[in-house]
């Protein structure tokens, strides 16, 4: 009995201690987890996102180009990335979510427990199975870049995609979830990331317009994008597309009529890649991106932090002037021409070697600008060792008007492809607005990436000669005023040309056949030095020297720039600076940039109204009479006035054509002034650049949507009262003989008055 008693006792100690011991451990337990919650909570083991991280995910959002119609024209990224409103998604792509994804997403509060349980009994089965819900997958998609390997550092992972998840689910509703999730997914190739941007890859469409069938093909690949490619492997595609369909049709967001339909259907791809130079305007994007962090920077706009803007990760929206289908017309334009253009140039290459006596360097100059030259350079081979490799033939991707063509050849003979290829650059703006409209650069960036409308200057020939005439015009002289017309020497400087309209002439039939003997006899009256110094107020940056055969253009200037002057004349005297940017906006609408064009007063109104008449004569009968009888234009008889231009051996040929609401510049050339056409016929400006203008305007006027007007320019609200426009009983001559000095520069240009 004691014994019993001892033993009794012993136990009832035991079952105290026991019982002090399991509630200290229990509650030793609960105090570690509050702990290493709290210690998660607070970031020991790596740092959670904050309401500000959360609203402004670091997701590499893509920047979009917009034109004034509001359609994107592309996109600056590292990631393919552009948001979404919740508006903005397919009823389907939001059923096929949540019944593949997470049935009881909208009876959870971030985390499904009861899955969460059933998912790791299995996996510890050796089943092993995903138990994310939709908003711990967007937790994990704002806080990391990918999911841990490590078990250890999973688990953690896993503790701070609960934590992540449940202040998800009490700061926004679950349309704002399901928003936020759509627009972090990654869909693996082709750099696409977000709803939007997969939804533009594979159909080519926007989220609100996808289909049950494409929805759920999206939404499948979710849970794998590489083996659920539909481009790679379509078979794993389909199956997956139709298992997400059964899902909706199993929580019944479809019937079972339109599951049987829909899983029937082809996967009905229309694969658009975005990559940087695809899409209208390749060159204006390229240029716009460099003047917006050159705006940026002037200016000193920051993030709200102080750090500087990145167009390829902040999700920024770019509004431009460009209209979207006026870019179509355009490119559309000089493609028509150019292939043809094109034929021509090669029929007269085709028995000779281009690459012979002045231009024998052209091939090593080629060669040494190359980025294949400069790989090799340093590595360490000799100009001789990287001579031989230039000769010895690979894989080549070549341009061709058909389009591009894989083939074999060495690098030298690529070289001498591409430097027989015709360039071609053109602008469109409006003169009141210095709203650019259409912008090409180039004839394929892909392969030809160096934009010839703003970074590139060439000669400008005869559509120099307005400037002079304005000059003119401005300070004594009338359109109707005769002047000499004949060959004189000015110092050392002797011009050539032709003689078309007579001896004397008067200044609008100067213009009219841009002769030249009359445009040197002009400059030397007024003035080189003044005639330049309107040239740069008229918005010419590049070097204008200061001697007599600027009258005949001696001097590079770029497309940008030319079109711009011209739009003076238009705007009646009035030059407004051309602009790329209207406004800029941070991803959440705001503005952070809006352009202010320059504007000056160049030209008095009535000398830019006479200059646009006697322009306009340059078409009604002069050297762009071209644009009123060739078929090819549509026939334009509208008022256009315009100024063509071809400089020495044909290497650039020019025309600015002007109408009361646009201006557009044309410029055609190779890329070295050596290679050009051999005679006028095809390469002056107003057979290798004018046409691509008539093109163009042709297209714009047969669209009643852009409302162009085809009426005549306005005079100005004064009329004219300081010179007569009426030239046929006019008969003033202002002409003497002294020849006056020059420098010695000969330029040949417009020998047939072109």
């Known amino acids: 009995m004691k014994r019993e008693s001892k033993s009794s006792k012993l136990t009832e100690e035991d079952v105290k201690r026991y019982s002090g011991l399991f509630w200290k451990v229990l509650i030793g337990l609960v105090l570690f987890v509050v702990v290493f919650l709290l210690s998660v909570r607070i970031g020991l083991f790596g740092k959670l996102p904050t309401f500000k991280d959360l609203e402004n995910p670091k997701s590499n959002l893509a920047s979009e180009i917009l034109t004034e119609d509001n359609k994107v024209l592309g996109t600056y990224f590292v990631h393919n990335r552009s948001n979404v409103k919740y508006s903005e998604l397919s009823p389907y792509l939001v059923q096929a979510l949540v019944s593949t994804e997470d049935k009881r997403f909208y009876e959870h509060s971030g985390i499904d427990y009861s899955r969460t349980l059933s998912t790791v009994l299995l996996t510890l089965s050796g089943n092993k199975q995903g138990g994310s819900t939709i908003t711990q997958q967007l937790a994990l998609n704002l806080f990391a870049e990918k999911r841990e390997r490590n078990s250890l550092k999973r688990i953690m992972q896993k503790l701070q995609e609960w934590i992540t998840a449940v202040r998800l689910e009490r700061n926004y509703t679950k349309e704002e979830i399901i928003m936020m999730y759509f627009n972090t997914v990654d869909f693996g190739a082709y750099n696409t990331f977000g709803i939007k941007s997969a939804a533009r890859t594979y159909f080519n469409t926007t989220p609100d317009k996808l289909t049950a069938e494409q929805a759920a093909l999206l939404v499948g690949m979710l849970k794998g994008p590489g083996v659920y490619s539909p481009v790679r492997y379509p078979e794993n595609a389909t199956t997956r597309r139709n298992l997400v369909l059964h899902n909706m049709f199993s929580q019944n967001f479809i019937s079972s009529e339109e599951y049987e339909k829909f899983k029937e259907k082809p996967l009905g791809l229309k694969l658009t890649i975005s990559n940087y130079g695809e899409g209208l305007a390749p060159y204006f994007r390229a240029v716009l991106k460099e003047e917006i962090k050159k705006e ?52 007269q290459w085709r028995r000779k070697n281009a690459f012979t006596g002045k231009n024998a360097n052209l091939l090593r100059t080629g060669m040494k600008r190359s980025d294949r030259y400069r790989v090799l350079k340093a590595e360490g081979l000799s100009e001789e060792q990287i001579r031989k490799e230039f000769d010895k033939k690979v894989p080549m991707n070549l341009f061709t008007w058909k389009g591009s063509v894989d083939t074999v050849m060495s690098p030298m003979d690529s070289i001498k492809y591409t430097k027989l290829f015709l360039r071609n650059a053109m602008m469109s703006m409006e003169p009141q607005t210095g709203y650019i409209k259409a912008w090409v650069g180039g004839i394929d960036f892909e392969h030809f990436k160096y934009d010839q409308v703003k970074l590139g200057t060439r000669q400008v020939g005869s559509t120099a000669k307005p400037f002079v005439y304005a000059y003119a015009i401005d300070n004594g002289y009338g359109p109707c005023v005769s002047i000499p017309n004949h060959m004189r020497t000015y110092g050392d400087w002797t011009p050539k040309g032709t003689v078309q309209g007579g001896d004397p002439i008067q200044l609008r039939n100067a213009i009219k056949y841009s002769q030249n003997y009359a445009s040197a006899y002009l400059i030397s009256e007024v003035g080189a030095a003044n005639v330049a110094d309107l040239t740069k107020r008229m918005g010419v940056t590049s070097n204008i020297p200061n001697n007599l055969s600027i009258a005949l253009g001696s001097y590079d200037a770029s497309l940008f720039d030319m079109v711009g002057a011209y739009s003076a004349f238009v705007n009646q005297g009035t030059w407004v600076e051309p602009t790329m940017i209207l406004r800029v906006e941070d991803k959440n609408g705001s503005p952070i940039y809006e352009k202010a064009p320059k504007v000056l007063k160049a030209l008095n109104s009535e000398t830019a109204y006479a200059m646009v008449d006697m322009l306009k004569g340059v078409v009604d009968g002069g050297t762009g009479s071209r644009l009123r009888w060739d078929p090819n234009f549509g026939g334009l008889k509208n008022p256009i006035g315009g100024k063509t231009g071809t400089t020495n051996d044909n290497s650039d040929a020019w025309f600015i054509g002007v109408t009361p609401e646009l201006v557009t510049g044309v410029w055609t050339g190779a890329e070295d002034r050596g290679i050009s056409f051999s005679s006028m016929q095809y390469g002056q400006g107003a057979a290798a650049a004018m046409p691509v203008f008539g093109l163009f305007m042709n297209k714009v006027y047969k669209d009643k949507d852009l409302n162009y007007t085809q009426e005549d320019f306005p005079k100005p609200p004064g009329g004219i009262t300081r010179f007569e426009m009426n030239c046929s009983n006019y008969s003033q001559f202002w002409g003497n003989d002294p020849a006056r000095g020059g420098e010695t520069e000969t330029l040949e240009e417009d020998r047939l008055g072109f």
């Open 296 to 347: 940026f920077q002037r200016l000193a706009i920051t993030k709200p932090d102080g750090t500087p803007y990145d167009l390829d990760r902040d999700g920024l929206k770019v509004y431009t002037p460009i209209n979207y289908k006026m870019q179509q017309y355009a490119e559309e334009a000089q493609k028509e021409w150019m292939k043809r253009l094109q034929n021509e140039f090669d029929k």
